[in-house]
Nanobody, 124 residues
Framework: QVQLVESGGGLVQAGGSLRLSCAAS????????MAWFRQALGKEREFVAH????????NYADSVRGRFTISRDNAKNTMYLQMNSLKPDDTAVYYC?????????????????WGQGTQVTVSS
């Protein structure tokens, strides 16, 4: 079993930046892909970004590409999401997730471990 704990959320003005962290513990020996998802109030959960844990290759939702950067620190078993040029539409609870597979996907159903979420609020 893998435990994921997010941190780094908060309140920021539009145009500001935040960095989210996701620390993994437990059975983290495999090179499973990881991702960030988010869910705004009253909306469905959506994919934000994912990363191939071995290669570091990443991909992003169109809505965040060019503003967000996903990265990982293998030694610390920690994943990050650097969020710049934040917009009010980025307001959501952000979740990190660990895939069942090494090749990252965008489907929530492909992810077997989830964190508890961290709130990001962007004021206009």
């Amino acid at each position: 079993q893998v435990q994921l704990v997010e941190s780094g959320g908060g309140l920021v003005q539009a145009g500001g930046s935040l960095r989210l962290s996701c620390a993994a513990s437990g059975r983290t020996s495999s090179d499973s892909a990881m991702a960030w998802f988010r869910q705004a109030l009253g909306k469905e959960r959506e994919f934000v970004a994912h990363i191939n844990w071995s290669s570091g290759n990443s991909n992003y939702a169109d809505s965040v590409r060019g503003r967000f950067t996903i990265s990982r620190d293998n030694a610390k078993n920690t994943m990050y999401l650097q969020m710049n040029s934040l917009k009010p539409d980025d307001t959501a609870v952000y979740y990190c997730a660990r895939s069942k597979f090494s090749i990252p996907t965008t489907r929530g159903a492909d992810f077997s471990s989830w964190g508890q979420g961290t709130q990001v609020t962007v004021s206009s």
